[in-house]
């Protein structure tokens, strides 16, 4: 008896030692984890692994040993989107770890979402280097183009075109442009005014220049001073209004835009809130500017902006947005009169574009102010496309920049009145973007949640039915039948 206690108490200790050792385990693999954490993605497509793109990002960050702050400001409601923008904070902060983020419920801390400009949610507020920005998508591709420009030591210009009756940036008016101007520079752009009469040309460092609105057509030599800048690789917005500035359309219909006078008449548009002369525009031709964009936006007085189908050479014109097919254009003269009936010899029918862009590869360094004086008059003006052929019929091989345009139809969709409807800041932004070239900053293919399903034979059926319901439990059975015995026969010994 009292070998068989001791067995007893040897066995029951040997047990209660297993126990602790194994618990030992856990809490040590456990305070490791905790020290040194790591992910494993196990997910075919890489969901939950960075691009390399932005991994290489983040190693930027800590060679220049640069901390990031994230402020996310999401409603108590929202948290299938609160969790998914946190997993995604989560795989940035494994690559860097002065990367920093915190939840904001806006209701709660009003105060400080007024702090940081956040006007709508979800918000994530950027912050790098003493410099900041918003983004409202909360996805890899907008978060690391984010961090990017908040990196960039380049400031660019925007500069806006005064003199003809335009926008204006410094009036809060219901017809100003201080929000378009505001929202330009919450992007870390420099916007300046550009008077054409008092200078010599565009300045070197335009990134844009933007025509909001003339009342009036810029001069001759103006004309020419935009035409120089746009052959020399720059980049171009007009927001035209209905029945204006004959000259600078004719300018842009070199460049692939038809604009008629003509203003558009929309039904669909008072269905849906607005007008007769407001259109509603909820379709949009896929291109970088509208890319993932289904908000609506509103044109009010408007007019066609439609791709012109005898393209100069060199030159591709894309419309982006178009006005619903119970919509149609209707003269100066029937505006006048009250009638706005479709007539079928002046009008066009819809759906109509009201908005386009277009691209034409133009030769680099054109604007060296020695080589511009040694062009003749027609090759200053040259068509768009045709300075190209002539530098190569010339032997010089010049490296070609892309110039790039957008036009809107509409001039009161930028206006104070009407900037801050549902996408007109978005879709106004957006060109800004993509004319600055900070569209594709850095492109991050969306990872594919798709299902792989697995197609399994008769034979792997039956092996995945057989094995986890007979083979595995007959094993543990038959190893619990062994240490039965060997226990039994030791307690016996």
Request: hydrophobic share 40%.
């Amino acid at each position: 008896m009292a070998i068989n206690s001791r067995s007893k108490i040897f066995l029951g200790g040997g047990t209660a030692a297993g126990v602790l050792i194994f618990l030992a385990i856990i809490v040590g693999v456990q305070y490791i984890a905790l020290q040194h954490p790591k992910r494993w993605d196990l997910t075919g497509s890489g969901k939950h692994t960075l691009a390399p793109q932005s991994k290489k990002l983040m190693e930027t960050l800590r060679e220049k040993k640069l901390p990031v702050e994230i402020l996310a400001f999401y409603e108590s409601k929202d948290m299938g989107p609160r969790d998914n923008a946190k997993d995604l904070l989560d795989q940035y902060k494994d690559a860097y770890s002065d990367f920093k983020y915190s939840f904001v419920d806006p209701d709660k801390e009003r105060t400080l979402a007024i702090q940081n400009k956040v006007e709508a949610y979800p918000t994530l507020v950027i912050k790098v280097g003493g410099k900041d920005e918003r983004i409202t998508t909360a996805d890899e591709e907008s978060l690391t183009n984010s961090v990017a420009r908040l990196l960039r030591t380049e400031v660019k210009k925007i500069y806006l075109l005064k003199g003809h009756g335009e926008l204006s940036p410094e009036s809060s008016e219901v017809d100003g442009f201080n929000a378009g101007k505001a929202a330009i520079e919450k992007q870390n752009y420099k916007v300046e005014d550009l008077v054409l009469l008092q200078a010599p040309g565009v300045p070197e460092d335009a990134s844009v220049v933007i025509v909001a609105g003339p009342k009036t057509d810029p001069l001759d030599t103006e004309i020419h001073s935009i035409k120089e800048y746009l052959n020399r690789g720059g980049h171009l917005m007009v927001l035209l209004t209905p029945f204006k500035t004959p000259k600078l359309c004719a300018l842009l219909n070199d460049y692939g835009f038809k604009t008629a006078d003509d203003i558009v008449v929309d039904r669909m548009s008072r269905v849906l809130g607005g007008d007769y002369l407001m259109p509603v525009i909820t379709t949009y031709i896929k291109f970088p500017i509208t890319k993932n964009f289904t908000l609506a936006s509103f044109f009010p007085e408007v007019r066609s902006v439609v791709a012109s189908r005898d393209y100069k050479p060199g030159v591709d014109v894309q419309e982006l947005a178009l006005t619903s097919p119970v919509s149609w254009t209707i003269n100066e003269e029937q505006l006048n009169s009250g009638n706005a009936n479709f007539d079928e010899k002046t009008g066009m029918k819809g759906p109509v574009s009201v908005m386009a862009a277009s691209t034409f590869t133009a030769p680099h360094g054109k604007s060296d102010k020695e080589k511009d004086k040694q062009l003749s008059k027609e090759e200053e003006f040259t068509e768009p496309g045709s300075q190209d052929q002539k530098a190569t019929d010339k032997g010089d091989q010049p490296k070609a920049v892309k110039s790039r345009i957008v036009v809107f139809g509409s001039s009161l969709l930028a206006a104070n009145k009407f900037f801050k409807l549902q996408g007109n800041p978005d879709l106004f932004m957006n060109s800004v973007s993509w004319l600055a070239e900070d569209e594709n900053l850095i492109a991050i293919r969306p990872k594919s949640t798709k299902s792989n399903p697995i197609v399994l034979t008769g034979s792997e059926s039956w092996a995945v039915l057989l094995i986890p319901l007979l083979i595995i439990p007959f094993i543990w059975i038959g190893i619990g039948v062994v240490v039965y015995l060997y226990r039994r026969r030791t307690v016996l010994a």
